[in-house]
């Protein structure tokens, strides 16, 4: 199948100038986008349409085909569809004919190559004509739109009103973010658009789309942040297969009975849908599924692969227990979907503390449970007995037993910026969640926050 991937960059910017070429974290702007179109498995001709003599050494640089545009497709009133049409009669020209186009904006820097996959294969296994990645907004109604007329037009039939509590009769909502398009040739041939008349969404996370000096600054610091959430993958990666050992080492074996304690905290029923978050090598869920007879369905989730497998091995008899491998600030589930939500010290790795309690608020359903289990702050003598600990001597340990220096050294610095459990109570209640209490154990070294997901009548 020819899948060709479009990105159309024109010279002539007013907002920011030169943008598609400015520096973004230390390469072009233009190359973030090349750079995930060629990592693809799927797009096999890759296409920088410019009238722009920069831009295209730019863009041959960094490994894409370049075709230059006519100057009357590279005025500021423009559109893109035109480009892509341009882009299109040429390669047929040259002998090259798409089974569908890809629209990349070089203005969405945060988009890789797994978004561009997966929007891609979504297409081709449906009936639909073409695809975008979107948003989900939120659910239609009670919204309403002003049209060019000035009159008011409902999103929703407000003759057929359901309530709050029953968002299964309520339809969803979603916005297209602009970083990826795609088109089944023969919908792109016939409406001469990249969008057809039977269009599906992708869902992603909100993305920038850069068009201010605003934007481009914040979309770098966005992908800082992205660089850093990377290392401390790699790093969770290298040390799985040395986790659980090192887990006992450095929490004196008490660290099961620490995590039994925690989940004891919890008003846990048969039939409950949990959620196990930074579920690591998977202590948690089996400790749930055990505790429970396997009568309880558990979701565990995690970001870093190495560890979802051991985990996944060691729970091959728990047909109760599904892993996700994902990120915990942008996860795959419908909102209100989980009984309880535990997380077991994934709270302080998060990239985004505040993003990351926001998406366990909106899966965990309504009178639901919020339970996080981490690292605390003890006071006084055993507050300066432990920091010793944590800070000297865990490091040393990470270091004799052969697991990865440098992970072992994050560990303790990871904690020292993270909130103290007062503080988390604090978090917790501004979040809207309540009943917020505190547990303490070995002193104050580790505390869970347990919270309740309270629905407020109008």
Same mark, same amino acid.
């Given at each position: 199948?020819?899948?060709?991937?479009?990105?159309?960059?024109?010279?002539?910017?007013?907002?920011?100038?030169?943008?598609?070429?400015?520096?973004?974290?230390?390469?072009?702007?233009?190359?973030?986008?090349?750079?995930?179109?060629?990592?693809?498995? $799927?797009?096999?001709?890759?296409?920088?349409?410019?009238?722009? /003599?920069?831009?295209?050494?730019?863009?041959?640089?960094?490994?894409?085909?370049?075709?230059?545009?006519?100057?009357?497709?590279?005025?500021?009133?423009?559109?893109?569809?035109?480009?892509?049409?341009?882009?299109?009669?040429? $390669?047929?020209?040259?002998?090259?004919?798409?089974?569908?186009?890809?629209?990349?904006?070089?203005?969405?820097?945060?988009?890789?190559?797994?978004?561009?996959?997966?929007?891609?294969?979504?297409?081709?296994?449906?009936?639909?004509?073409?695809?975008?990645?979107?948003?989900?907004?939120?659910?239609?109604?009670?919204?309403?739109?002003?049209?060019?007329?000035?009159?008011?037009?409902?999103?929703?039939?407000?003759?057929?009103?359901?309530?709050?509590?029953?968002?299964?009769?309520?339809?969803?909502?979603?916005?297209?973010?602009?970083?990826?398009?795609?088109?089944?040739?023969?919908?792109?041939?016939?409406?001469?658009?990249?969008?057809?008349?039977?269009?599906?969404?992708?869902?992603?996370?909100?993305?920038?789309?850069?068009?201010?000096?605003?934007?481009?600054?914040?979309?770098?610091?966005?992908?800082?942040?992205?660089?850093?959430?990377?290392?401390?993958?790699?790093?969770?990666?290298?040390?799985?297969?040395?986790?659980?050992?090192?887990?006992?080492?450095?929490?004196?074996?008490?660290?099961?009975?620490?995590?039994?304690?925690?989940?004891?905290?919890?008003?846990?029923?048969?039939?409950?849908?949990?959620?196990?978050?930074?579920?690591?090598?998977?202590?948690?869920?089996?400790?749930?599924?055990?505790?429970?007879?396997?009568?309880?369905?558990?979701?565990?989730?995690?970001?870093?692969?190495?560890?979802?497998?051991?985990?996944?091995? /060691?729970?091959?008899?728990?047909?109760?227990?599904?892993?996700?491998?994902?990120?915990?600030?942008?996860?795959?589930?419908?909102?209100?979907?989980?009984?309880?939500?535990?997380?077991?010290?994934?709270?302080?790795?998060?990239?985004?503390?505040?993003?990351?309690?926001?998406?366990?608020?909106?899966?965990?359903?309504?009178?639901?449970?919020?339970?996080?289990?981490?690292?605390?702050?003890?006071?006084?003598?055993?507050?300066?007995?432990?920091?010793?600990?944590?800070?000297?001597?865990?490091?040393?340990?990470?270091?004799?037993?052969?697991?990865?220096?440098?992970?072992?050294?994050?560990?303790?610095?990871?904690?020292?910026?993270?909130?103290?459990?007062?503080?988390?109570?604090?978090?917790?209640?501004?979040?809207?969640?309540?009943?917020?209490?505190?547990?303490?154990?070995?002193?104050?070294?580790?505390?869970?926050?347990?919270?309740?997901?309270?629905?407020?009548?109008?």
């Amino acid at each position: 199948m020819n899948i060709v991937g479009i990105i159309p960059a024109r010279g002539g910017s007013k907002r920011t100038p030169r943008k598609n070429i400015k520096l973004l974290a230390g390469k072009p702007l233009i190359a973030h986008t090349i750079d995930a179109a060629l990592r693809s498995n $799927l797009i096999n001709k890759l296409v920088v349409s410019t009238e722009d /003599r920069e831009i295209s050494e730019v863009a041959k640089q960094y490994g894409a085909e370049v075709i230059i545009r006519p100057a009357e497709l590279a005025q500021d009133s423009t559109k893109t569809a035109p480009v892509l049409i341009h882009v299109v009669e040429e $390669l047929e020209k040259q002998g090259y004919y798409p089974d569908i186009v890809v629209l990349l904006q070089a203005t969405s820097p945060l988009r890789g190559e797994k978004i561009i996959d997966g929007a891609i294969s979504k297409l081709i296994n449906s009936d639909k004509d073409s695809i975008f990645t979107g948003v989900k907004l939120g659910k239609t109604m009670p919204k309403w739109k002003r049209g060019y007329d000035g009159n008011l037009v409902a999103l929703y039939d407000y003759h057929f009103r359901p309530r709050t509590q029953e968002p299964g009769l309520m339809e969803d909502m979603y916005a297209e973010n602009g970083s990826l398009y795609a088109i089944k040739i023969d919908a792109f041939k016939q409406y001469g658009d990249f969008l057809g008349n039977n269009a599906e969404v992708y869902e992603t996370a909100n993305m920038i789309d850069i068009d201010t000096p605003e934007e481009f600054m914040k979309a770098e610091q966005s992908i800082i942040e992205a660089q850093k959430t990377s290392e401390v993958l790699e790093m969770f990666d290298s040390i799985a297969k040395k986790y659980d050992f090192l887990n006992n080492i450095i929490s004196l074996g008490t660290h099961k009975f620490i995590k039994h304690q925690a989940i004891k905290n919890v008003p846990l029923k048969k039939d409950m849908k949990v959620l196990d978050l930074c579920t690591g090598t998977g202590d948690i869920a089996l400790l749930v599924s055990e505790m429970f007879d396997r009568q309880i369905q558990v979701s565990a989730v995690d970001f870093s692969e190495n560890m979802l497998k051991i985990a996944e091995k /060691r729970a091959k008899t728990h047909e109760n227990i599904s892993f996700t491998l994902a990120n915990a600030i942008n996860l795959p589930f419908e909102d209100n979907s989980f009984d309880a939500v535990f997380i077991s010290f994934g709270l302080r790795n998060l990239k985004d503390l505040q993003a990351g309690i926001d998406q366990i608020k909106r899966v965990v359903k309504e009178d639901g449970y919020v339970a996080s289990l981490d690292t605390g702050k003890p006071k006084g003598l055993f507050g300066s007995i432990f920091r010793f600990y944590f800070f000297v001597l865990v490091p040393l340990l990470g270091k004799i037993f052969g697991a990865n220096p440098e992970a072992y050294r994050y560990l303790p610095k990871s904690a020292k910026s993270f909130p103290s459990q007062e503080e988390l109570v604090k978090i917790f209640q501004e979040k809207g969640f309540k009943d917020v209490k505190n547990y303490n154990f070995a002193f104050g070294a580790m505390a869970e926050q347990v919270a309740t997901k309270k629905f407020t009548n109008p």
